[in-house]
């Protein structure tokens, strides 16, 4: 598998870690790795040889969230396009979450919006301890729309509505109160956090540890085609209103928007 956005390594002993690899963009969700990373979620969960999946990321931020760019593209497409931006973004969550391998984060540095959905999708996620994370998309005219189904998953309803329209950044240590990660840790300590939760992995049966994370998700929280399609409905009615193209037009402009005091 080539990739230009993501990179994949894997060991003998079937441990694959897929890489976030736009570092320069910190990370930020384009449309190529969107693609790319729904390509590599389908591949990994068909090949026999992957046991477990770490998905990491190269540079200083785990994650940006959504490419505005991308987002400015989609804003300013027609109707038809638009929504199949929106899709796709939200297949790829759906691939990810769906994949019958266990996937284990690694999370350093900033997660902000749909970097917080890459981390709801992980089967569980460790931290680094100073890494900081937000749910951003109120603050540009956006909503949490397509993430919103796994990050209400993960946190539970209580937990999500503390920080899931107010925008403000919260520290590793709440982000392990709020359900986010399993647990924080130091730089010095994170790969070996990571590969205590990939070892035991090794000792299942492969089969049963897809079929048990078959029925988690069919016991767990709803989050099925009708689930999916409201999501995309919710994303594509905020590009389409006032709020957001002002909101993203602001920052790339460098100036406040009109609702920032």
């Given amino acids: 598998m080539s990739y230009e956005t993501i990179r994949i390594d894997s060991d003998a002993r079937g441990v694959t870690t897929l890489w976030l690899a736009r570092a320069d963009k910190h990370n930020a969700l384009s449309a190529q790795m969107i693609r790319e990373l729904t390509d590599a979620a389908l591949a990994l969960g068909d090949d026999d040889r992957t046991r477990v999946v770490i998905l990491a990321a190269e540079g200083h931020s785990f994650c940006a969230g959504g490419d505005l760019g991308w987002m400015q593209d989609q804003m300013r497409a027609d109707a038809t396009t638009r929504r199949a931006g929106a899709r796709e973004l939200a297949m790829m969550l759906n691939a990810l979450n769906e994949m019958p391998k266990p996937l284990i984060g690694r999370v350093h540095g900033n997660a902000f ?23 951003t998309e109120t603050r540009l005219g956006l909503i949490p729309a397509t993430i919103g189904p796994y990050v209400l998953s993960r946190m539970g309803e209580d937990r999500a509505r503390r920080v899931f329209m107010s925008g403000r950044v919260f520290d590793a240590e709440e ?10 840790t130091t730089a010095e ?15 299942c049966a492969p089969g049963a540890v897809a079929a048990a994370k078959r029925l988690a998700r069919r016991l767990g929280p709803r989050i099925d085609a009708e689930v999916i399609d409201a999501s995309i409905d919710d994303l594509v009615s ?11 037009a602001a920052f790339f402009d460098k100036r406040k928007p009109p609702w920032q005091s």
């Fill in 175 to 184: 982000a392990v109160g709020l359900n986010l990660l399993a647990r924080a």
């Fill in 113 to 135: 919006g749909g970097g917080v959905g890459m981390i709801s999708v992980c089967d569980v996620a460790i931290g680094q301890q100073g890494a900081k994370f937000a749910l």
């Fill in 189 to 203: 300590d994170l790969d070996a956090a990571v590969a205590f939760e990939v070892e035991p992995y090794l000792s």
């Fill in 238 to 248: 905020v590009w389409e209103g006032a709020e957001a193209p002002e909101g993203i």
